[in-house]
């Protein structure tokens, strides 16, 4: 079992930065980690997910440049980092965890965290 933990969500503007955090517990080893989103009105989609090692890391082209996934396994954390924020940036974002490789598909994840609203005001 693996328990997820989002933090870092909040309110904050246009243009501005901000990290997720992702704390995981439980049999966490060799876990690759996702990030997902859901907008209001909108299906969850894919950001980004690294691998166990750190080594691997891919990205959704829609945020690919401004989003950064980084993990620290000393700290059993995955981050997010979101740069210049944009309003459709507004929603509630995921983290995930999958026994084995890297994959954008969210049916492959086993073990998600209940999300960290972030809020986009322009």
């Known amino acids: 079992q693996v328990q997820l933990v989002e933090s870092g969500g909040g309110l904050v503007r246009a243009g501005d930065s901000l990290r997720l955090s992702c704390v995981a517990s439980g049999r966490t080893l060799g876990y690759a980690m996702g990030w997902f989103r859901q907008a209001p009105g909108k299906e969850r989609e894919f950001l980004a997910t690294?691998?166990?090692?750190?080594?691997?890391?891919q990205y959704s082209d829609s945020v690919k440049g401004r989003f950064t996934i980084s993990r620290d396994n000393a700290k059993n954390t995955v981050y997010l980092q979101i740069d210049t924020l944009k309003r459709e940036d507004t929603a509630v974002y995921y983290c995930a965890a999958n026994h084995g490789l890297t994959t954008r598909r969210e049916a492959e994840y086993e073990y998600w965290g209940q999300g960290t609203q972030v809020t986009v005001s322009t």
């Open positions: 690294i691998s166990w090692i750190g080594g691997t890391a």
